[in-house]
T-cell receptor, first 112, second 115 residues
């Protein structure tokens, strides 16, 4: 069964204090790994898609990396506006190929 | 682009009543997804459509839930009768299902409270 585990559940950082969020996954053939950001009261907002081990993508202070078993979302010099819940999801080749399996997210709080 | 549109944004109803949630996907997208989000279980896929046809409804919790997509620009999720345990935020998402991209874009959600 496809599964996604995110850690930590919650993370509190000081502004400028870099850190990483982890997403461990098991899937029957990875088609894609997705990172989303979700603000309170809003729908998830797409950040990145990674398709193969070794791939990296960057957007402003965020950088996502992928291995065969996990993905990291690195946050460099975060600002208070980076506070949100970050969700990881995987899409496998088995079954309904468009299906995303989500982790429960990491709640990030960046204090000024 | 207006993005995925959902209505209503909030719904409060009493146990036993019928609830209908509505979704308009992004124009040109050919896949549509209904998700439910709760604190306990996170974000769960209920059903998804491709070219207006239901492909996977294995996440629909029970017969009280039904979904339709009569055309490419409209879908409904209906709960009849509703129960307090159905209280959650329901999201609709859409994607353009191509070989090189199938990113799902989410709507703002409908917060459902069943009393």
């Amino acid at each position: 069964e496809d599964q996604v585990t995110q850690s930590p559940e919650a993370l509190r950082l000081q502004e400028g204090e870099s850190s990483s969020l982890n997403c461990s996954y098991t899937v029957s053939g990875l088609r894609g790994l997705f990172w989303y950001r979700q603000d309170p009261g809003k729908g998830p907002e797409f950040l990145f898609t990674l398709y193969s081990a070794g791939e990296e993508k960057e957007k402003e202070r965020l950088k996502a990396t992928l291995t065969k078993k996990e993905s990291f979302l690195h946050i460099t010099a975060p600002k208070p506006e980076d506070s949100a819940t970050y969700l990881c999801a995987v899409q496998g080749h088995g079954g309904a190929t468009n299906k995303l399996i989500f982790g429960t997210g990491t709640l990030l709080a960046v204090q000024p | 682009d207006a993005g995925v549109i959902q209505s209503p944004r909030h719904e409060v109803t009493e146990m036993g009543q019928e609830v209908t949630l509505r979704c308009k996907p992004i124009s040109g997208h050919n896949s549509l997804f209904w998700y439910r989000q709760t604190m306990m279980r996170g974000l769960e896929l209920l059903i998804y459509f491709n070219n207006n046809v239901p492909i996977d409804d294995s996440g629909m919790p029970e017969d009280r839930f039904s979904a339709k997509m009569p055309n490419a620009s409209f879908s409904t999720l209906k709960i009849q009768p509703s129960e307090p345990r159905d209280s959650a935020v329901y999201f609709c998402a859409s994607s353009l299902d191509r070989v090189d991209t199938d990113t799902q874009y989410f709507g703002p959600g409908t917060r459902l409270t069943v009393l």
